[in-house]
C-alpha cells in the first residue's frame, strides 16, 4: 500500500493544498501508474484479500472471467483507496511540510534535492548547513 500511496502522492498533495476540485490532469500519469500496479498485483502476482489466484484471459471467456475480473477490479479498487487515504493522512499529519514546499516552489518553480532537504531540516527544527541555505 506504501508505494501506492507514493505513487499518488502528487494528486494528494494537490487536493490537500489546492482542494479535491481544483486538482490538475498533471497527475493522470501517476494515477495511471498507480492503477495499473494494484491490477498488476492482482492479476500477474496472484494477490488478493482473501486467496491467491492468478487471472488470465481464457482462450473463451465465459460468465466465470466476468466474474473473476470484477474480483480483481474490486481488491484494486480496494488498494487504491487505501493508499489513496494513507497517502491524504501522511500529507495532512505534515501540513506544516506540505506547506513550507509549496511556498518554496512557487517562490523558485522548482527544487533540487538540497533545497528540498533544506525545507525538511528548517520545518523539523533542525540545523540546515548554510550550503543548502535557499537564498
Known sequence: I???????????AERVVFGADAVS??????????SNMALDLVK???????RL?????????GPGF?????????QAVAWL???????????????ALVDALVAKLQQ??????????????AVRGGEVRPELQLA
Not at 506504501?2 to 494528494?12: D, I, K, N, V
Not at 466476468?66 to 474490486?74: I, Y
Not at 523558485?108 to 531540516?121: E, Q, W
Open 2 to 12: 506504501g508505494r501506492l500511496a507514493a505513487l499518488l502522492g502528487g494528486w494528494a
Open 25 to 34: 490532469t498533471g497527475c493522470q500519469g501517476d494515477l495511471q501508474m498507480a
Open 44 to 50: 500477474e502476482t496472484g494477490l488478493g484479500n482473501d
Open 53 to 61: 489466484f492468478h487471472a488470465e484471459h481464457p482462450e473463451s471467456p
Open 66 to 74: 466476468r466474474t473473476r475480473l470484477a474480483d480483481v477490479e474490486a
Open 81 to 95: 483507496t487505501e493508499a489513496e487515504s494513507l497517502a491524504l493522512r501522511t500529507l495532512e499529519a505534515e501540513r
Open 108 to 121: 523558485h518553480g522548482s527544487l533540487g534535492p538540497d533545497a528540498i532537504a533544506a525545507v525538511f531540516l
